[in-house]
């Protein structure tokens, strides 16, 4: 199971985790929204079988 943030306002996938010393935020890479509130959506990931 993988937990994705989404974009609560453009719906994407492409956040990024922003490290501030008053604690962080996220960005999006897609829209520019900054927050610290995200969609979360979790997704059943089938595992990779490398040979
Ligand atoms: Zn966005």
Known sequence: ???FKKCPHCG???MKHVHRS???FWE???CGYKGSHTHEEE???NP???W
């Open 48 to 50: 990779e079988i490398s």
């Open 12 to 14: 994407s996938t492409n």
């Open 22 to 24: 008053s604690g962080g």
């Open 43 to 45: 997704k059943e990931t």
């Open 1 to 3: 199971m993988t937990v």
């Open 28 to 30: 999006c890479m897609d």
